[in-house]
């Protein structure tokens, strides 16, 4: 199995103010408007909105070391280019960003954002400040991927808990630790299919997952929306990308740093190995665990977090077991979300915290560590 993985970074000022400026910085590397460039060892991308730019591997790896060799190496590349003008955050949305601030895309691909905004109106959370860390994993052949696909669904709600990092929505703690997600599943809530309230249901064949598919496709066409009749469209917390030969997992909230965002590499690929799991299966269960973790993070799911970190360190590689201990941490801690919720209660202010989360995807180190 080869792994890759996609890395949504905010682009902020000296004071965390995001800047909607993803374009110009591309075009100051190559000289021009493009959706993706070449960067090093990374292809840099736009996102929906122009505060984001996407740190992507060239090429999808065996492991996290080589995954993570890449995308720090872009992240280090970025900051020998822009020395002091940008600072680089992670996390699953930016804490104070408002929507009159968020500018969308504007040099090509617009039919598709025209089709979105008609259909669903993009100017709101859930479109346009998102930040989400992506892990591809390959399959070999329909059986595989049946059995990768219906592990990954009933290990969602975990990975959610775990992942969390949006405890706050334009300056305020909401008291949810994954705000993207609630907004998330609510930006196409005009066709439910398109989400499926993050957890898709449990699947028998490729023949019914394209079966699925169809039925959104011929919605859409009805709309006069054919042009988003593509297997990206699909924005489940899990879907298939049969152009890739890959099983795409879109439910993580952006970590803080590469380490981090690779410790959920090795902590998924581990228990894929896994012939049984203490999970549930059900899919009002999935659903009702999933609703606890965006509520509550790591806190909700304690027991079940730490007995699948048992199953996924028996099955570890030496090479996963050296990024593991980061999920202990956040175990133990608490997800990102509620690390940084905790200390803004304290503290009252966040632009320290976010200074600390900058430093640390600068140097590669994850939050908290000495």
Known sequence: MTVG????????????????????????????????????????GKELQKS?????????????????AQIFSGIEKFYRVFPARYHLL??????????????????DEGEYYEAYDRLFNIRQH????????QINLSYAGEKDLLVQYNRIRTLLPYL????????????RLTGAMDNRLLFYRENQKEIPGICSGIIPARLSSVAEYKSAQEV????????????????????????????????????LDEQECVRSDMAFVAFVSSLLRCTTLPVESDQDSLLALTETAIRQGTAGLLPELEALYSHAWRKA????????????ERIAKGSLAEQIAERYRKE?????????????LRANRPYGAE
């Open 5 to 44: 993985t996609e890395h949504e970074y905010s682009i902020n000022d000296a004071h965390f103010t995001a800047l909607p400026v993803s374009d110009q910085i591309i075009k100051a590397i190559c000289g021009r408007f493009e959706s993706e460039i070449r960067f090093g060892e990374v292809n840099l």
């Open 52 to 68: 984001v730019i996407e740190f992507v591997p060239r090429t999808p790896a065996s492991g996290p070391a080589a995954l993570e």
């Open 90 to 107: 992670g996390l699953g949305m930016h804490p104070t960003l408002t929507l009159d601030r968020a500018i969308v895309w504007d040099h």
């Open 126 to 133: 859930g479109w346009l400040n998102i930040q989400a860390l």
């Open 160 to 171: 959610i808990a775990l992942s969390a990092s949006s405890p706050m929505v334009e300056g």
């Open 216 to 251: 959104i496709y011929t919605e859409l066409r009805e709309r006069d929306a054919a042009i988003l009749c593509e297997e990206w469209l699909n924005s489940s917390g899990l879907i298939i990308r049969f152009s890739r030969q890959c099983l795409e997992i879109k439910a």
């Open 317 to 328: 590689t030496a090479e996963e077991r050296q990024y593991l201990p980061v999920i202990k």
């Open 348 to 360: 009252q202010a966040i632009e320290p915290v976010l200074a600390d989360l900058a430093q640390c």
